[in-house]
């Protein structure tokens, strides 16, 4: 079947980084994305990627690799804020659907 | 530019009356999504319209939910005889024509349903 998978939580400090991974299988890949959703907001849109290979944005950087079929996100310079759920989400070939993983929440403690 | 915009942002019903939830997407966007996302499920894919047109309707309850899109600014989507197990946030969001290479879906804040 297909599907993307996601560790339900992830614990990290201020000021340190933290890896939230994702891994899938599905019939298709046209990209991945990653989303950010604060607790009662709505998903918001951080990072695409299609090559395999890091993509370092800042704050945000994400990995992925598509032989592996993995990928992550990674924080750096963790802030309070930062804390929220990350969605991982495939892009399938033959659609616009998207294949969303169940999110992993990051908390940050001081 | 406003964003995806859903009315009503709550909705209360009771056990089997029907809710419409709206959704309005950004303009120039030719694809929308309806998600529903609880807890215990997550977000989870309902249907979604390219162009106006229904493309896939593959997570809908077949029996009691409906979705439409009479014209390109808004969307809406019906929930007959709603049940307890309905109540969810459900989450509206369009994106640009595939021919961007980045199917980067703009979510509206949500509809909050609760069905007592």
């Known amino acids: 079947g297909q599907g993307v998978e996601q560790p339900d939580n992830l614990m990290s400090v201020e000021g340190t980084f933290a890896r939230v991974n994702c891994t899938y299988s599905t019939s298709g890949f046209n990209g991945l994305s990653w989303y950010q959703q604060r607790e009662g907001h709505a998903p918001v849109f951080l990072s695409y990627v299609v090559l395999d290979g890091l993509k370092d944005s800042g704050h945000f950087s994400t990995f992925l690799s598509r032989s592996n079929g993995y990928s992550y996100l990674l924080l750096t310079e963790l802030q309070i804020k930062d804390s929220a759920s990350y969605l991982c989400a495939v892009t399938m070939d033959s659609n616009y659907q998207l294949i969303w993983g169940s999110g992993t929440k990051l908390i940050i403690k001081p | 530019n406003a964003g995806v915009i859903q009315t009503p942002r709550h909705k209360v019903t009771g056990k089997g009356q029907e809710a419409t939830l709206w959704c309005e997407p950004i303009?120039?966007?030719?694809?929308v999504f309806w998600y529903r996302q609880t807890i215990v499920q997550g977000l989870e894919f309902l249907t979604y319209f390219r162009n106006q047109a229904p493309i896939d309707d593959s997570g809908m309850p077949k029996e009691r939910f409906s979705a439409q899109m009479p014209n390109q600014s808004h969307s809406t989507l019906k929930i007959q005889s709603t049940q307890p197990q309905d109540s969810a946030v459900y989450l509206c969001a369009s994106s640009r024509d595939r021919a961007f290479n980045q199917d980067t879906q703009y979510f509206g804040p949500g509809t909050r349903l609760l069905v007592l």
């Open positions: 303009s120039g966007h030719s694809a």
